[in-house]
Each structure stands twice: as structure tokens, then as C-alpha cells.
């Protein structure tokens, strides 16, 4: 269920990209800081508090759409695990505020997260088991051609 927010409006109305290789070590408000070689983005968030948010960019945690100079990140940016808890979406470089959660949302939400890590996690892991299963290594081809020859 949605209740409506109680904190007040966000600071920050926009947000502008800016690629990195690496992070800054210390974040300016108001900036999307986008490394594409980490998959990840960084931003202060955008109520003001001065949290560092931290959006893996992978297909189950945040995509990101690339208009132009613009950005938009989906889904929205839940910062639960902060006090101010505040949550929004970034659009087109701008600062949507979205409705806060209720904390059996937030539960639920953070519950939902997980289990599609674990299923991403899977996943890849399969695939990556499978490529090797169909493009053996070197070594396992030396071992194929050691143990035919000793004929084991
Ligand atoms: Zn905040």
C-alpha cells in the first residue's frame, strides 16, 4: 500500500550525467556520475541529505535511457535504508518525487529485490557453465588427450 509522503520536497529538482571511468571520491549534488565500464551510477541523494546512492546498472537492478544529454533511470530510487527514506524517480534529468513506501512495502520490495539477484546470479552462473561445458579449456583438452593416450 502507498501512503503519502511526509518528508519534505526534494531539494534537487534536476540532475545532470556525468560519465566517469571511476567515482569521484567525494560526490557534487546534482550530479549523475555514470561509469558504463562498472555498470553503475552514483548520485547524492536528491532530497538533500548528502547520501551517497549507489544504482548498480544490470538488468535487475536500474536501467538507464540515454535521450541526448538526458537521462532517466527506471525504476524509481527507494533509499530506505536511509533516514530520510525518501524516494523518487530521475526522468529526463529531472527529479520526480515518487510516494513513500509504508515499511511492509519497503520489506516486501527489498524482499522482491533479492530473490531476482538470486535468480540473476543463477542465471548467469548457468550460462557461464554452460559456455564452458561447450568450449572446453585448454587444459581440460590436454587432459581429454592424456587420458586417451594412456588409454583410462
Ligand atoms: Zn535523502
Known amino acids: 500500500m502507498l501512503v503519502e509522503s511526509d518528508c519534505p520536497p ?55 535511457r540515454k535521450d541526448g544529454d538526458k537521462v532517466s533511470l527506471s525504476p524509481s530510487i527507494g533509499n530506505w535504508n536511509y533516514a530520510c527514506q525518501s524516494h523518487y524517480w530521475i526522468s529526463q534529468n529531472q527529479v520526480v518525487e515518487a510516494k513513500k513506501f509504508d515499511p511492509k512495502t519497503i520489506r516486501a520490495v527489498q524482499r522482491r529485490d533479492r530473490r531476482d539477484m538470486t535468480r540473476y546470479i543463477e542465471r548467469t552462473n548457468a550460462a557461464a557453465a554452460a559456455a564452458k561445458k561447450h568450449k572446453p579449456s585448454f587444459a581440460s583438452k590436454v587432459n581429454e588427450w592424456l587420458r586417451r593416450l594412456l588409454g583410462s
Open 10 to 64: 526534494m531539494k534537487l529538482k534536476t540532475i545532470r550525467p556525468n560519465y566517469v571511468s571511476q567515482f569521484p571520491a567525494s560526490f557534487e549534488e546534482g550530479i549523475l556520475y555514470i561509469s558504463e565500464e562498472f555498470e553503475t551510477a552514483g548520485h547524492l541523494c536528491c532530497c538533500g541529505c548528502g547520501e551517497k546512492v549507489i544504482t548498480p546498472l544490470n538488468p535487475v537492478k536500474w536501467q538507464i
